[in-house]
């Protein structure tokens, strides 16, 4: 919106940040929790019994270990260093619902939850050293349960964060996040949203959640024994018990304040902060996407046949020639040359294979449209953006026999080698997003092709690469076995 009037919905929203002082304390002498243990009952007599007290609009920061506690998601594991890492080893593996990546024996994986981490959040701190920590099940649940309780037994609208420390990408050290959270929203989007400058924001949606959860942590810390935090002056994003938020108690600047939402739509649960790993632009570490592609090389290759209008880059069909040189080739000779086929060049070439085209079709008796319909076949190598032509070169390395079996077998070996790089080409050219179709016209008319291209007598075409960008984009094959072309002869 941007013509002045701001909906009254949207005010409280005008902007995420706290509208005087935040304050926030981890207070001392909590107990050690166990399974079972009264965590909403103790919470609430300390908060309250706390000199700053529990007022509305406070919010409550708890770091996981706590419900991995009373919850009874702590697993005894062995004194021995490594039954007791194996038994890890085990547990991230249950805790985990994909691998994402994995460094020396550091794995990153998603859990059920949709949260990515180190070792699945399965932990050995602040646990007796004859237990391990699982994360709880559900911290969400787990939060908005602690809600209802403390809202119940001090009569304070507080709202809960459950956290858990966790590294980022493309940044050293760690930081807490939110993996469970109620009564609270989690983010603020502002698209649509115009700053003092007049310009529109599009993208920020800050994860309050996250920023609160590592704001608290300042005072929680690691080592002393608190593992509670209040946070008290952002009552503006807790949520009443029917989910709508708290008012702001300063004035709305008239600043076009973030997106609001239908009381239904705010976002509240640590969940909704957790993109899909489908949509993530870092779903899999970086070896793991390497793997993956290199996986996917060989099978992406289809033929195409209709292209774009777009051109062919240069350099990237240069770089797909070269990677397609590295075949492998008998004798550790380089038999294979590729001839990028241009201008009247190209319509020389295929005016002529034509011509023997179609003295060969009239010869099988076809005439007329059944003639016309099978030359239009070679069409596709005329209205190609780039044509490639490759070649063996039976003068570059081959053997030679005196008889006619081993020179043939000779022939034999260079051609499949040729075969090997014309493939090793139209896999280098898919891996660039470029699309091929192997078209084998040219090896039925081998002298034809080589005098219209005035190249020397030992080259033999291997067909003619049409390249181009694709029209549309390529289907996926159907993962296949290999079926009865696998044989196993012992
Ligand atoms: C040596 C050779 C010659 C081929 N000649 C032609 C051709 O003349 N016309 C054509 O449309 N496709 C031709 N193809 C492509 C095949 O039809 C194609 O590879 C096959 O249908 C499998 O489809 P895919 O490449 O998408 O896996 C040729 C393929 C090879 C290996």
Same mark, same amino acid.
């Given at each position: 919106?941007?013509?002045?009037?701001?909906?009254?919905?949207?005010? $409280?929203?005008?902007?995420?940040?706290?509208?005087?002082?935040?304050?926030? /304390?981890?207070?001392?002498?909590?107990?050690?929790?166990?399974?079972?243990?009264?965590?909403?009952?103790?919470?609430?007599? &300390?908060?309250? %019994?706390?000199?700053?007290?529990?007022?509305?609009?406070?919010?409550?920061?708890?770091?996981?270990?706590?419900?991995?506690?009373?919850?009874?998601?702590?697993?005894?594991?062995?004194?021995?260093?490594?039954?007791?890492?194996?038994?890890?080893?085990?547990?991230?593996?249950?805790?985990?619902?994909?691998?994402?990546?994995?460094?020396?024996?550091?794995?990153?994986?998603?859990?059920?939850?949709?949260?990515?981490?180190?070792?699945?959040?399965?932990?050995?701190?602040?646990?007796?050293?004859?237990?391990?920590?699982?994360?709880?099940?559900?911290?969400?649940?787990?939060?908005? &349960?602690? +809600?209802?309780?403390?809202?119940?037994?001090?009569?304070?609208?507080?709202?809960?964060? +459950?956290?858990?420390?966790?590294?980022?990408? /493309?940044?050293?050290?760690?930081?807490?996040?939110?993996?469970?959270?109620?009564?609270?929203?989690?983010?603020?989007? =502002?698209?649509?949203?115009?700053?003092?400058?007049?310009?529109?924001?599009?993208?920020?949606?800050?994860?309050?959640?996250?920023?609160?959860?590592?704001?608290?942590?300042?005072?929680?810390?690691?080592?002393?024994?608190?593992?509670?935090?209040?946070?008290?002056?952002?009552?503006?994003?807790?949520?009443?018990?029917?989910?709508?938020?708290?008012?702001?108690?300063?004035?709305?600047?008239?600043?076009?304040? %973030?997106?609001?939402?239908?009381?239904?739509?705010?976002?509240?649960?640590?969940?909704?902060?957790?993109?899909?790993?489908?949509?993530?632009?870092?779903?899999?570490?970086?070896?793991?996407?390497?793997?993956?592609?290199?996986?996917? &090389?060989?099978?992406?290759?289809?033929?195409?046949?209709?292209?774009?209008?777009?051109?062919?880059?240069?350099?990237?069909?240069?770089?797909?020639?070269?990677? %397609?040189?590295?075949?492998?080739?008998?004798?550790?000779?380089?038999?294979?040359?590729?001839?990028?086929?241009?201008?009247?060049?190209?319509?020389?070439?295929?005016? &002529?294979?034509?011509?023997? /085209?179609?003295?060969?079709?009239?010869?099988?008796?076809?005439?007329?449209?059944?003639?016309?319909?099978?030359? !239009?076949?070679?069409?596709?190598?005329?209205?190609?953006?780039?044509?490639?032509?490759?070649?063996?070169?039976?003068?570059?390395?081959?053997?030679? =026999?005196?008889?006619?079996?081993?020179?043939?077998?000779?022939?034999?070996?260079?051609?499949?080698?040729?075969?090997?790089?014309?493939?090793?080409?139209?896999?280098?050219?898919?891996?660039?997003?470029?699309? !091929?179709? $192997?078209?084998?016209?040219?090896?039925?008319?081998?002298?034809?092709?080589?005098?219209?291209?005035?190249?020397?007598?030992?080259?033999?075409?291997?067909?003619?690469?049409?390249?181009? +960008?694709?029209?549309?984009? +390529?289907?996926?094959?159907?993962?296949?076995?290999?079926?009865?072309? =696998?044989?196993?002869?012992?």
């Amino acid at each position: 919106m941007t013509d002045g009037a701001i909906p009254e919905i949207r005010r $409280w929203t005008a902007e995420h940040a706290a509208p005087a002082d935040v304050t926030m /304390w981890a207070p001392d002498g909590l107990p050690e929790f166990r399974p079972g243990d009264d965590l909403a009952g103790v919470l609430a007599e &300390a908060l309250v %019994a706390d000199p700053r007290g529990l007022v509305d609009g406070d919010v409550v920061v708890l770091t996981s270990k706590v419900l991995s506690k009373t919850e009874g998601r702590i697993v005894p594991a062995p004194a021995d260093p490594e039954a007791r890492d194996e038994l890890r080893r085990r547990l991230v593996e249950a805790e985990s619902v994909r691998v994402v990546a994995r460094v020396n024996r550091t794995l990153i994986t998603e859990n059920r939850l949709g949260i990515v981490q180190a070792a699945a959040g399965v932990d050995g701190s602040n646990v007796e050293s004859g237990e391990l920590a699982l994360l709880p099940s559900d911290p969400d649940a787990s939060a908005a &349960a602690l +809600v209802a309780d403390l809202r119940r037994l001090t009569g304070a609208r507080v709202a809960v964060i +459950v956290t858990d420390t966790m590294g980022r990408a /493309w940044r050293t050290g760690q930081i807490d996040m939110a993996i469970g959270a109620a009564g609270i929203r989690v983010s603020v989007g =502002y698209d649509g949203a115009v700053d003092r400058q007049g310009n529109e924001l599009l993208v920020t949606d800050v994860a309050v959640a996250d920023e609160i959860a590592s704001a608290a942590d300042l005072v929680k810390g690691k080592l002393g024994a608190r593992p509670v935090a209040v946070v008290r002056g952002l009552a503006h994003l807790v949520l009443d018990d029917e989910g709508a938020p708290g008012e702001r108690d300063d004035d709305d600047e008239g600043t076009e304040g %973030a997106r609001d939402h239908d009381r239904a739509d705010v976002p509240r649960r640590a969940r909704d902060l957790v993109r899909d790993g489908e949509f993530d632009l870092f779903r899999l570490g970086t070896a793991e996407a390497l793997a993956q592609g290199r996986r996917e &090389a060989v099978p992406a290759r289809r033929s195409v046949r209709r292209f774009s209008d777009d051109p062919v880059d240069p350099e990237a069909l240069a770089e797909a020639v070269a990677d %397609a040189l590295t075949a492998p080739a008998p004798h550790h000779s380089s038999p294979i040359r590729f001839v990028r086929v241009t201008g009247q060049a190209r319509v020389r070439m295929l005016d &002529a294979l034509r011509e023997d /085209w179609e003295r060969d079709l009239r010869a099988d008796g076809h005439t007329g449209d059944v003639l016309a319909r099978r030359l !239009s076949r070679g069409d596709i190598l005329r209205t190609c953006p780039e044509l490639i032509v490759p070649f063996v070169d039976d003068a570059s390395g081959a053997h030679d =026999y005196p008889d006619e079996r081993r020179a043939a077998c000779e022939e034999t070996m260079f051609t499949v080698a040729g075969g090997a790089a014309v493939q090793s080409l139209l896999v280098a050219l898919a891996a660039r997003g470029l699309g !091929s179709c $192997w078209i084998g016209s040219t090896i039925f008319a081998a002298g034809t092709t080589r005098s219209a291209l005035d190249l020397p007598e030992t080259w033999r075409p291997l067909g003619a690469v049409a390249v181009g +960008v694709p029209a549309e984009p +390529v289907a996926a094959r159907e993962p296949r076995s290999a079926g009865d072309a =696998y044989l196993t002869i012992g």
